[in-house]
C-alpha cells in the first residue's frame, strides 16, 4: 500500500506534531492515515502502509481505541480487525474534548475541592488557598461550557463558532444597555428620596 504524496505529507506531519499534543508519534500517524483513508484498515495495511512493525502498529491502535477515536469493524469472510476514524470531524473534537476532561481536568477538580475543604493554617495558605479557588472556579466554569457544548449537534456547533465576534458585539450592547438602565434609576433616586420622606416630615410640624 503506497501512499500518495498529499496523504504522506499529511500522516508526516500528524507523527511531528504528535509529541507537542501529548501522544506518541506512531499513534498521530496510525490516526492521521485512518483520517483520510477511503476505507478501513486492517494492521496490516497499516504496517504497510507506514513501514511499522506490527507490535507497534497494534499498541497504537490500542491506544487510540482506549480514547474512544476509532471504531472497530469487521468484514464479511474476514477474521481480522479493521479501524475506521469517525467521519464527522465534529464527533472526533467531543469525543478528544471528553477524553482529556476526563484524564487531565476532573483530577485536578478533584484536588482542587479537597484543598478548598481545608481549614488554612496560616496566612500564606489562606492566600494559596484563595488562588486555589480562582482556579477551581475558572475551570468549573470551562467544563460546564464543554458539558453545554457536548450536547450540541454538529450544525449547532458550527453556527455557534461562526458567530465568533458577534457574541462579543453583543456582550457589549447588553452591557451598554444594562449601564444605561442603571444610570437611569440612580439619576431618579434624588428626586424620588424627597416625596417618600415628605408624611414622614409633614408629622413632625406642629399643627396650627
Do not use: C
Not at 89 to 102: M, N, P
Not at 103 to 131: F, G, N
Amino acid at each position: 500500500m503506497n501512499l500518495a504524496p498529499l496523504t504522506q505529507r499529511f500522516v508526516l506531519h500528524f507523527g511531528e506534531m504528535g509529541s507537542r499534543w501529548g501522544i506518541n508519534r506512531t499513534v498521530g500517524q496510525i490516526y492521521a492515515l485512518l483520517y483520510v483513508s477511503p476505507r478501513a484498515l486492517n494492521a496490516d495495511d497499516i504496517a504497510e502502509a507506514l513501514a511499522f512493525s506490527r507490535s507497534n502498529v497494534s499498541m497504537g491502535l490500542k491506544e487510540l481505541q482506549s480514547w474512544n477515536l476509532v471504531r472497530l469493524q469487521h468484514l464479511p469472510n474476514d477474521r481480522r480487525e479493521y479501524f475506521q476514524a469517525p467521519e464527522d470531524v465534529w464527533a472526533i473534537f467531543r469525543t478528544l474534548a471528553e477524553e482529556r476532561r476526563k484524564r487531565e481536568i476532573d483530577p485536578t477538580l478533584s484536588m482542587l475541592r479537597d484543598a478548598l475543604m481545608e481549614q488554612p493554617s496560616s496566612a500564606d495558605d489562606q492566600h494559596a488557598q484563595e488562588r486555589m479557588k480562582q482556579m477551581h472556579d475558572l475551570i468549573e466554569l470551562m467544563t460546564g461550557w464543554l458539558a453545554d457544548v457536548q450536547k450540541m449537534d454538529s450544525a449547532t456547533l458550527i453556527s455557534l463558532m461562526k458567530m465568533g465576534a458577534k457574541v462579543q458585539k453583543l456582550l457589549a450592547v447588553k452591557d451598554k444597555v444594562a449601564s444605561t438602565v442603571k444610570a437611569g434609576f440612580t439619576s431618579r433616586a434624588p428626586a424620588v428620596a424627597p416625596a417618600l420622606e415628605t408624611p414622614a416630615a409633614l408629622a413632625d410640624e406642629p399643627r396650627s
